[in-house]
């Protein structure tokens, strides 16, 4: 009946836990939660609990930018032509709409429209990065100053050419860089040598944030202005699951108040597509519901729509926008549901014992492939890349996005293939990646021996994390208040999933033909509980038997009530 490993959390001594439960005046049940998020005292508890934009880190601590600050400072007194560069994805677009649109507020009215302009590449015909077509639009325009964000670490071909041409560079990214730096005029980037920026995992618009209020700071600029675009940042550290801690965890916590008092015009017009808009918007619904819209439009066509539905200033203007990128995501949907039924087939034949899918069809949608390998890892639980044809001027090649499991490493896997690519780029979990179509099979063989000689067998069963085993006894409604107040959650501060032992399940009920609703008794304490996705397990539930599951403490209504909910993760019977 398990389908899952358990892992679970170290427990914090039984001292620390009576230390801050007395400090705090909290049960032992969230101090343990506490303790494991690095709360430990009155003042870090305070700190945690009540998060203020004055415990954000000065933004002169990272490593390039008073260099960048004085550079746009000339740019703006010189009457230069700027160019805000950014990806296709949520964090890029918004990353671009966050500077443009301040740049536009400060600066735009100084001059005409054109000293302040926007490129997004199409991922279609140019991929990702700094492409020779933004390259060249940048010559044309006369541009002498290109920020670009959430790529350009690895640039370094591209930006030494754009300064051959006059043009500088400020790059604003968060991605790994290589031992050699691109010769940009300034690098913006927590992960890069020498700098002693104390976060290093901010996401490319919250450098693009932290850049901008260092700005203000040195220009006298009231941060009101800044504060605005609160929204685009938690936008963009929820859909692009940066650990939400530290200064993630700071601006996601401002940015989604601004969002549910008063958000900017684009997002509300988005909100308002969402089934049951109206109730707390929290991280889960950004990463759910808000963007996948945002991406829709660059997975299709270009990522235009979103920025100018991110930057549009009446609700008519948003509002009809949001339903043409809502179009864009139904066309998406349709697009991808055909391109699972072909990969499934092809999985169908693949050979069970290889620890990794890649999977090449040079008809598969190029928008569409990292959507796909996510949910080849779903299926599957394997490191897996998917890759689809693209021509360039030197040959036919097959790009696309690898996506990997729980605590696995597959940038390094990747990059230990890399003289089979032609470009490759991100992080622990995600990467994207060219290669000549010729050198597909052998990737496909390096990949796997390259995941085979790394992977233990037992990370290829997927990990539920356990913060801590308790008894059902110990549910109330203040425990799970206090758990609430520990948002927003995201990575590195995931919503605390808990172990109850040998307890009774009985009443259950198929939902939808998909998810298992039933009760749980464990002593005198019965609770509801729905099993997502578990709808299988019907028949193996018996009264007569005892379990121990795995779950979450959730709020459910019921005609206007509410009441706590277990939402079981997995279940054990003994």
Known sequence: MQTKRWLFEKLPSNEQIRFLSEKINVSQVPATLLLQ??????ESAKAFFRPSLSHLHSPFLMKGMDTAINRLKEAIQNEEKILVYGDYDVDGIT????????????????????NVQAYIPNRNTEGYGITKEGLAFAKSEDISLIICLDCGVKA????????????DFIVCDHHLPDEELPASFAMLNPKQKGCNYPFKDLSACAIGYKFLQGFCFRTGTSERNLHYYLDLVSLSIAADLVPMRGENRILSYFGLEKINIDPLPGVKALLNLIKGYGRTITVRDIVFSVAPRLNAAGRITDAYDSLHLLLASSEKEANQLARTLNQKNDLRRDMERKMMIEIDEILKKSVPTRKTNVLFNKNWHKGLVGIAAAKCVEKTYRPTVVLTHSESENGDLAVGSARSISDFDIYKAVESCSDLLTQ??????????????????????????????TLEKEQLVPPVRVDMEIDLSQINQKMFDIIKQMSPFGPQNMRPVFVARNVELFSPKIIKDLHLKLQVRQG???????????????????????????????????????????????????
């Not at 990353?95 to 054109?114: M, W």
């Not at 370094?156 to 043009?167: P, S, V």
């Open 37 to 42: 998020r690095g709360v430990t005292d009155f």
């Open 95 to 114: 990353s671009v709409a966050i500077i443009y649109g301040f740049l536009k507020k400060i600066y735009g009215n100084l001059t005409n429209e054109k």
């Open 156 to 167: 370094n071909e591209q930006i030494q050419q754009a300064k051959d041409w006059g043009i």
């Open 424 to 453: 490759f780029g991100g992080h622990k979990f995600a990467s994207g990646m060219s290669m000549p179509i010729e050198n597909v099979e052998k990737f496909q063989e390096r990949f796997e021996d390259a995941v085979t000689d």
């Open 524 to 574: 005198i304490s019965i609770f509801s509980a729905i099993s997502f996705g578990k709808a299988h397990f019907f028949n193996q539930i018996s009264n007569t038997s005892r379990y121990d599951i795995a779950f979450l403490i959730t709020e459910n209504t019921f005609r206007n009530k509410q009441y706590l909910q277990l939402e079981i993760r997995d279940i054990i019977k003994l």
